[in-house]
């Protein structure tokens, strides 16, 4: 039995999400619409920025009495609070009047550091933005907001330097004459001229880089970036919704799924094909090619298994009715009878027998009848002509069935389990080269539990959109009874992926070990 994988795969990812994608692309356009609709029905606004430049020399710090072992970080972090701090914002307002108040101006206002912060001795920069619905105001407001606090700077350090050359002046005079040349008068007298020179600058230590310019177009709302983060947003909520859809989907969606179920090979698909849903509704009918490929390469896959070991009787089931096993089984039958295999098609589902209306011999007698000994199994059994394709081309060939019969069973599992069941698949398969057997499901009636010994090896006929929770108890069957399972079939394929996907299998089960050469050649030429 070949082993599977449970890890995802790309394929299978790929295969989700585009299962899904309506849920995906609906989220992406929702979120992508929400976010434009309101970035579209937002105000507005300009921002303006001006930079302001505050000189750290170490001489000036020295001179002023500021201590020179701050870091420059430190130094810039002082900076921007400074200028945050005040009644800049109010003046501010005072100033540009126009219904300006200090609360609206400050919350207009963005203090920040720009670039990176230097060394002492060199210049820092903080940035001064407002943002407001006009982009002249926003330029005013910044400008005016600027040339306030360095206009309150200057003052500040005029008035600084001032009282200090008051100080020093003041010490100066209270020297002795013999003193005013020593070391210490010297030196006041040198820090007097200096902070009188301050004085005369108007020194504020800050001064504009560079004034604000109108802004020509809104800093927000960014409708553009908004929608791209929303239609972002939507993705992934859309992904995370086709994600939990498909944890909380037990439906069977992928072929390559029945392989992880049983872990056992996939031997076939089956396309979904108005020809085999006429099965059981008495119309007979000759398979388009494309249903006739699809039957003849699960035979030959089924045949390159006894290039190892003779599986002379397949025994067909599935996990609930309706599966479509009796097709499958019907169809597989005659694929085998039209490349001149002797094939026996028997019908063991005594419950639900529908064989021999489609073939149209219904009241013909049957297994049902063997089994009670009313007529000899030679005599049970029925010749009908099958022709593999709607061309003609595999000519018409003989399929030997049993059909279910018209004897009333009252335990059918029982009669099943008789020496005159065994008795006749034992003669059966020193005749046929291949017996196909066609039971009910096995979960459903225990009726074909005691054919599972007898049975060479056992298919399963599983239809996409069946649920897990019907195919694992299943596999637990199969594991608990030691039957020897072959693999499982896909059925209702969407046609329009089944080409393809057939092939891609084909071309896979070459690759496969232990596969037969001859018959995957016979397969592959069949295929194209």
């Not at 302001?52 to 002082?78: C, E, H, R, V």
């Amino acid at each position: 039995m070949q082993q599977r994988s449970d890890g995802p795969n790309l394929q299978r990812v790929l295969s989700v999400l585009w299962r899904r994608a309506p849920w995906v692309v609906i989220c992406a356009v929702l979120a992508a619409g929400a976010a434009f609709a309101l970035s579209k029905h937002q105000v507005k606004k300009y921002t303006a920025t001006t930079s302001l430049a505050f000189n750290s020399n170490q001489l000036t710090q020295q001179i002023a009495g500021i201590p020179t072992s701050i870091s420059p970080q430190a130094q810039q972090n002082s900076n921007v609070k400074l200028v945050a701090v005040g009644d800049m914002a109010e003046k501010t307002a005072a100033q540009l009047g126009q219904g300006l108040t200090a609360r609206k101006v400050g919350e207009s206002l963005s203090i920040a550091q720009e670039g990176e912060t230097t060394a002492i001795g060199e210049s820092s920069i903080v940035g001064v933005s407002v943002s407001v619905t006009s982009p002249t105001l926003a330029a005013r407001i910044a400008n005016a907001y600027a040339a306030q606090f360095v206009t309150e700077q200057r003052a500040t350090n005029h008035h600084y330097f001032t009282s200090a050359l008051a100080l020093v002046q003041k010490q100066l005079a209270a020297l002795p004459p013999s003193q005013r040349f020593s070391a210490a008068g010297v030196a006041l007298l040198s820090r007097a001229q200096s902070l009188k020179l301050l004085a005369d600058l108007q020194y504020g230590g800050v001064q504009i880089a560079q004034r604000a310019s109108v802004p020509t177009a809104p800093t927000s709302p960014r409708t553009k970036r908004n929608t791209l983060i929303g239609g972002a947003l939507g993705l992934i909520v859309g992904l995370g919704i086709a994600l939990l859809l498909e944890y909380l989907d037990r439906r069977i969606r992928e072929p390559e799924e029945l392989e992880e179920i049983f872990e056992a090979p996939l031997l076939g698909v089956v396309p979904e094909s108005r020809a085999l849903a006429r099965f059981g509704k008495g119309r007979v009918g000759v398979l388009p090619p494309t249903e006739a490929e699809a039957f003849s390469l699960l035979l030959a896959h089924l045949r390159s298994y006894n290039a190892e070991s003779d599986h002379r009787i397949v025994l067909m089931t599935s996990a609930s009715a309706g599966q479509g096993n009796s097709t499958v089984a019907l169809h597989l039958a005659e694929a085998a009878a039209c490349i001149r295999l002797r094939t026996l098609l028997v019908e063991l589902d005594l419950r639900r027998p529908k064989l021999a209306r489609h073939l149209g011999i219904e009241g013909a007698v049957g297994t049902s009848d063997v089994l009670v000994g009313a007529v000899r199994a030679d005599e049970a059994i029925h010749s009908v002509t099958v022709t593999g394709r709607s061309d003609g081309g595999a000519g018409e060939q003989i399929l030997d069935v049993m059909v279910a019969g018209e004897a009333p069973l009252s335990t059918p599992g029982e009669m099943l389990e008789s020496y005159a069941m065994s008795a006749v698949l034992t003669r059966a398969s020193s005749i046929y080269d291949l017996i196909v057997i066609d039971t009910p499901p096995l979960t459903a009636v225990s009726d074909a539990f005691p054919i599972l010994r007898q049975a060479d090896g056992v298919i399963v006929v599983a239809s996409l959109g069946l649920s897990r929770d019907a195919a694992e108890p299943l596999r637990q069957v199969l594991d608990r009874s030691g039957a020897s399972l072959l693999g499982v079939v896909a059925n209702r394929v969407q046609a329009r992926r089944f080409r393809l996907d057939a092939y891609k299998r084909s071309e896979s089960h070459k690759a496969s070990p232990g596969k037969s050469s001859d018959s995957v050649a016979v397969a592959a030429t069949q295929e194209r």
